[in-house]
């Protein structure tokens, strides 16, 4: 049974200094909110994960909070750059990244390895390329039955995920529909997850026998946060704001016009009021 | 009827693809590229991107690999872990459809960085879904725009491998796949040769001339004996190209992938 915490509650006693922490979300159900409050409460070095950094981990690097990033692909989907992730690799501002760099196959394998709790994932990958030369998480090893050599890289098993859903019912299931991306293999790869969710229900409204849903318990956290993925979107209740995607390579661009805006949508912000405790526990 | 260079390249790309065709998208102007063959000459190909999305019928362009009109629009949509392991890895794309930053002449690719890779000039998005759509899919297409800093004798940093050092490169390393088989730019077609896979000039667009691919291209450029010129695009597929990238509110092109 997981509980039901305000925001700043479950970042709180969730996400610790120096740990490694997952904000998952494949371009949908990107768990903005939950990021923000990190930023908030200043966490340090922090070991971000994430396939695509997005605009998400562009602010926690660009606020100081990472140590490492362990990523696939870094850049503004459709736009361009992320700048303050070009600016802490090219010239270590606000402090220098270290980056554990990856192709997507092998981080949504890395991913399922932690959740199935094996040691190291086996995929056919990263031939050729110049990726295992500057990351020695990339290794490769002989098939012991057909003799064929396969990529090998540790598991991924953080110590926090935090993920964002469509909702939760008043016991704490959790549904996640549309673009799912790795959100369930990361929540279940790791250590501690909070769920940040649209709402919550008495019917959690289940479309389908296979839909994706995560038991109450295999969460520790539910937390309400309604438009907690915007700009990214939650289908079936709000669009990906594109607009803003777009604007964001004007804002973060310059160090100065960066830090003005979180200093203005961010920090200043609280984090949502804290909901009305309506689960069980 | 005119064309813009971009236009050119978009749609000479879209006519490489066939209606059978399984493949997976890059966003950008791969993205735009089949989905113009899907409502010109080939309406059952079946586009796949990596956000998990099969089937995907896009009525507007996505700006990124997720957006909600992708999943709306798919037979299906599945997990990422799923859509890596099983669908690229299992080998059930015919054609992966990539961008890059630089190409060389044995058509790697990088997308990584500019530079060195401890102490970058230019630190670029990196890799995503490319290199293993490079080794997975049945053949890759790659679409650049052609200038020096992108087609240079060797890349920074290979990100998708294409033919290595030339020759069976390829098959030593032991991937079976046919890997990057055409190259789209604004000026030319390019496709391997067949025994040393250097990337030559097979087709050269209309209007264009020798000397400018050639001062465009960063090593010397060599040009097939059975030169084609490119037909230009049709009066068809430039209507249907325009009428797609305005209602997508790029009318002015497409971003960056």
Request: aromatic share 6%.
């Amino acid at each position: 049974m997981p509980r039901f915490l305000a925001l700043a509650d479950a970042i709180a006693e969730y996400v610790h200094d120096g740990d490694t922490v997952a904000m998952e979300g494949f371009t949908h159900l990107i768990p903005f909110a939950a990021g923000h409050e990190v930023i908030r409460q200043r966490r340090r070095n922090l070991t971000l994960v994430r396939m695509t950094p997005d605009l998400i981990y562009d602010q926690l690097i660009g606020m100081g909070c990472a140590r490492k990033l362990i990523f696939s692909w870094g850049g503004n989907p459709g736009v361009g750059s992320l700048h303050r992730l070009r600016d802490a690799v090219e010239n270590g501002w606000p402090q220098p990244l270290e980056l554990e760099e990856h192709s997507h196959a092998g981080m949504a394998h890395a991913y399922a390895a932690g959740a199935a709790g094996l040691p190291l994932a086996i995929l056919r990958g990263y031939v050729g390329t110049d990726l295992p030369n500057v990351n020695p998480n990339i290794r490769f090893i002989d098939d012991p039955f057909t003799g064929e050599r396969l990529a090998a890289i540790p598991s991924l098993r953080p110590d926090v995920s935090i993920v964002h859903a469509q909702r939760a019912d008043r016991a704490g299931n959790v549904l996640l529909e549309g673009i799912v991306g790795v959100q369930k293999e990361a929540v279940l790869a790791a250590t501690r997850a909070i769920v940040t969710v649209e709402e919550v229900v008495d019917d959690l409204r289940v479309a389908s026998p296979n839909s994706v849903v995560l038991p109450h318990w295999t969460v520790g956290a539910i937390v309400e946060a309604p438009g907690g993925a915007r700009p990214s979107y939650a289908h079936g209740y709000y669009r990906r704001d594109n607009v803003f995607y777009t604007q964001w390579d004007a804002i973060s661009r310059e160090r100065e016009t960066f830090l003005g805006w979180m200093n203005e949508n961010v920090l200043r912000k609280s984090s949502s009021p804290s909901p009305p405790i309506r689960g069980r526990g | 009827m005119d064309h813009t260079a971009s236009e050119m390249m978009m749609i000479t790309a879209a006519r490489a693809l066939k209606d059978d065709d399984v493949c997976f998208v890059g966003i950008g102007m791969p993205s735009a590229a089949c989905n113009l063959a899907r409502l010109t000459h080939a309406p059952n190909i079946t586009l796949i991107y990596e956000s998990g999305t099969i089937g995907a019928k896009p009525y507007v362009l996505p700006l990124s690999i997720g957006d909600p009109e992708l999943c709306e629009t798919a037979v299906t949509t599945v997990p990422v872990p799923e859509m890596f392991a099983y669908w690229l890895q299992g080998g059930r794309i015919t054609i992966g459809f990539l961008a890059a930053a630089q190409i060389d002449r044995f058509a790697n690719i990088n997308t990584t960085v500019i530079g060195a890779y401890a102490k970058p000039k230019v630190r670029l998005p990196g890799g995503g879904g490319a290199p293993e759509i490079a080794g997975c899919c049945g053949q890759v297409f790659v679409i650049v725009s052609h200038s020096p800093r992108a087609f240079v004798p060797k890349v920074d940093f290979v990100t998708s491998f294409g033919f290595g050092t030339g020759g069976d490169h390829r098959r030593r390393a032991g991937i079976k796949t046919a890997g990057p088989s055409l190259v789209v730019t604004d000026l030319c077609l390019m496709r391997p040769h067949a025994e040393t896979k250097e990337l030559m000039v097979t087709s050269v667009h209309p209007g264009t001339t020798r000397e400018e691919i050639t001062k465009r291209t960063g090593w010397p450029v060599k040009f097939a004996g059975d030169l084609h010129e490119t037909p230009p695009p049709t009066a068809h597929e430039l209507s249907v190209l325009r009428e797609l990238l305005n209602r997508s509110g790029q009318g002015s092109g497409v971003g960056p992938s």
